[in-house]
């Protein structure tokens, strides 16, 4: 069946770097959009960054933008995330997500169907 | 960015309630609006998308509505394992969550 796994997580130090990466396995990663999303500890979700299926559209939420780094390797059916200067606030489980972008009534929908266990970022002195 | 406000942030209910969970877009966001429910530990599971579409596998009992500003998130009749934390979230731009919605039990 289809399964995301993140690997990569860890204790860090504020303004250090990790790279977090999201194996995939039973299904074609080069067909689909992909996404980071971050849930701090006892928090809700945060979207932080979606690669299209190509590699050539990619987006960041403001939090994260200029200090991570979303990228892919359908090769490898791998997915990245590059976290560089990182703060306390980025502490969180960092999930990947499968966008199908679903056909609904004559339009494109976002949406995530499928994500893997997580992986703890921890950001601390 | 578009902020979704869920409501209310918890809530009680017994088995077999009927379970209503609002929430509002900052602006008009057509049907653009995913639900997810979350489980201590777990990662989130797609129940509802583009509003109204129920995802394969989900039961029945779950349902959505709404467009424009206003969605809702409907379980008709709550069971054992529907306690759990609800998430709307908007795709009509940069991708956002609303708040949560953690369901417990009465």
């Known amino acids: 069946q289809v399964q995301l796994v993140e690997s990569g997580g860890g204790l860090v130090k504020p303004g250090g770097s990790l790279r977090l990466s999201c194996a995939v396995s039973e299904f074609n990663l080069s067909d689909y959009y992909m996404s980071w999303i971050r849930q701090a500890p006892g928090k809700g979700l945060e979207w932080i960054s979606y690669?299209?299926?190509?590699?050539?559209?990619?987006f960041y939420a403001d939090s994260v933008k200029g200090r991570f780094t979303i990228s892919r390797d359908n090769a490898k059916n791998s997915l990245y995330l590059q976290m560089n200067s990182l703060r306390v606030e980025d502490t969180a489980v960092y999930y990947c997500?499968?966008?199908?972008?679903?056909?609904?009534?004559?339009?494109?929908?976002?949406?995530?169907?499928?994500w893997g266990q997580g992986t703890l970022v921890t950001v601390s002195s | 960015d578009i902020q979704m406000t869920q409501s209310p942030s918890s809530l009680s209910a017994s088995v077999g309630d009927r379970v209503t969970i609002t929430c509002r877009a900052s602006q008009s966001i057509s049907r653009y609006v995913n639900w997810y429910q979350q489980k201590p530990g777990k990662a989130p599971k797609l129940l509802i998308y583009a509003a109204s579409s129920l995802q394969s596998g989900v039961p029945s009992r779950f349902s959505g509505s709404g467009s424009g500003t206003d969605f809702t998130l409907t379980i008709s009749s709550l069971q054992p394992e529907d306690f759990a934390t609800y998430y709307c979230q908007q795709s009509s731009s940069t991708l956002t969550f609303g708040g949560g919605t953690k369901v417990e039990i009465k």
């Open positions: 690669i299209s299926s190509s590699g050539r559209t990619i």
């Open positions: 997500a499968r966008d199908p972008r679903r056909w609904v009534s004559g339009l494109y929908y976002s949406l995530f169907d499928f």
